[in-house]
């Protein structure tokens, strides 16, 4: 089976964030809500999903579910990225517009991932 290049692109941006998570782990664990109790797990199971659901997404048979999972992922960090809108700490000092327009950009990438899953 041939794969489209975006698909392989999609899967390069996941594994790179992925593999950020545990390059510079505070930047991650700075816009994690405070209520969530282990910021640092949390950290870590959303970078090897976001490595393995990446990787999954490069293979013909796994890439529907891989797609899934990256949706799934996508929804499930949502509140870190409302959270870094709402919390002058956690904005890493980046305007508010900027902050506000990575919101919907989720659900852009949401239906690029929706994509494949077809």
């Avoid at 959303?46 to 990446?54: K, Q, W």
């Avoid at 999972?69 to 409302?82: K, M, S």
């Amino acid at each position: 089976m041939n794969l489209p290049w975006h698909l392989y692109l999609m899967a390069a941006l996941f594994i790179i964030a992925g593999l950020n998570h545990f390059r510079n782990p505070r930047m991650y664990i700075k816009i994690i809500p405070p209520f969530f109790t282990n910021p640092k797990l949390i950290n870590s199971l959303s970078g090897v999903a976001e490595i393995v659901l990446g990787a999954l997404l490069m293979v013909g048979y796994t890439s529907n579910f891989a797609a899934w999972g990256i949706i799934a992922l996508l929804i499930a960090v949502f509140p870190a990225n409302f959270y870094m809108y709402q919390n002058k700490k956690a904005s890493f000092g980046l305007p508010n517009w900027i902050l506000f327009v990575r919101l919907p950009l989720q659900l852009v990438l949401i239906f690029w991932a929706y994509q494949y899953t077809l």
